[in-house]
């Protein structure tokens, strides 16, 4: 116990004099004309906070970090041609991304607010990192493997954990007015062909029985989104004078985040309304409301229903019905954040999309 209580002061006490040590060190070189680091002073710091951790219960945390930190310095090189190549902007939008993520969300409460606890603060705020994290991914990866391969790229591995943010962030691009938007409105396109085959992926996982019935609708679907990708590149392609680098003088614009954050607040609690309004009678109504926005947890809910609570038909029909509306609300989001003029042909590739898994959709509700 005594030991515990003099911890603090040792702590203090090693930093004072490790500090001590490298500004000596540091002055020395700077006095003989040697290049100056502040590497090995802050390397030296997250050691010795390191081993302060390492005796608490968080041995393993510590281990870990300490790969991550020996990894980091075996790659100082490259780490530091990529941060003199960074921009002014660039390292601000890294700063905000940082404030954002790693202070400002840990320390939001995790749990339910407001009416109908529709609220999760901690939830609503990852959906701004999420958005604003896509956003600054796109922009990185767009300047280091090219407009179309990168946007491509960020858009497909961004579905994979939400094609509404991916999206979301696509249209924040076209908003900006960019000279050659095509990439941006395929990869609008191709997020939606991703979130439909994860979401068949994870139905086979939760609910296989629904398989068979819900490919009805996301194979067309899935389809047409590959396809109007594929159209629309093929077009950027034959018109390569519009096709101008995209540029970007604020490659981190949180504002677009906050909207988007807002409207998935306000989602939340229309669902919780219609779930604390209908209650288990509006089984089917508050699966496609909570679809329309979050398409997971949809068939998440129908995975974990009782077995026989519904016909595999049925079934089908009640998750295809919300991957359709979050497709439409993604059309919304790209008229809503874009404009109509820069918006509205994203907004026709992911209603092609929608048309053609209707057309599945009535062919399977025929069969009942």
Known sequence: MLAEARLPAVLLIAAAALALVAGYVRDMARDSGASVSATTTIAGLITLALGLLATTDHVLVASVSAGVMVLLLSMREELHAWIRGLTAAEVKAVARFALISI???????????GPYDAWNPRDIWLVVVLVSGLSFV??????????????????????????????????????????????????????????????????????????????????????????????VMRNNRRAPSRAAPMTSSNPFDILPALGFAALIAVAALF??????????????????????????????????????????????????????????????????????????????????????GGIGLVALATTL
Do not use: H, Q
Request: aromatic share 8%.
């Open 103 to 113: 202070v400002v969300w840990p320390l939001l409460p995790d749990a339910a607010y």
């Open 271 to 356: 669902a919780r309304w219609a779930e604390a309004r209908y209650g288990d009678a509006g089984l089917g109504v508050i699966i496609a409301l909570t679809g329309t926005f979050d398409v997971d947890a949809a068939t998440v809910t129908l995975g974990a229903l009782p077995a026989g609570s519904l016909d595999p038909v049925m079934a089908g029909i009640v998750l295809g019905i919300p991957v359709l509306l979050n497709t439409a609300f993604k059309a919304a989001i790209c008229i809503a954040l874009a404009g109509w003029r820069r918006g509205w042909p994203a907004a026709a590739a992911l209603l092609f999309s929608f048309a053609a």
């Open 138 to 231: 796109g922009y990185v990866a767009a300047k280091r493997f090219g407009e179309v391969r990168g946007t491509l790229a960020t858009a497909a591995a961004g579905a994979l954990v939400s094609s509404t943010a991916a999206t979301a962030a696509l249209a924040r691009r076209l908003a900006a007015g960019e000279d050659a938007p095509a990439p941006a409105i395929a990869g609008i396109a191709l997020a939606g062909a991703v979130m439909m085959t994860r979401t068949l992926i994870l139905a086979a996982v939760v609910a296989g029985f629904v398989v068979p019935m819900l490919a009805w609708v996301l194979v067309p679907g899935g389809i047409a989104a590959l396809a109007a990708t594929a159209f």
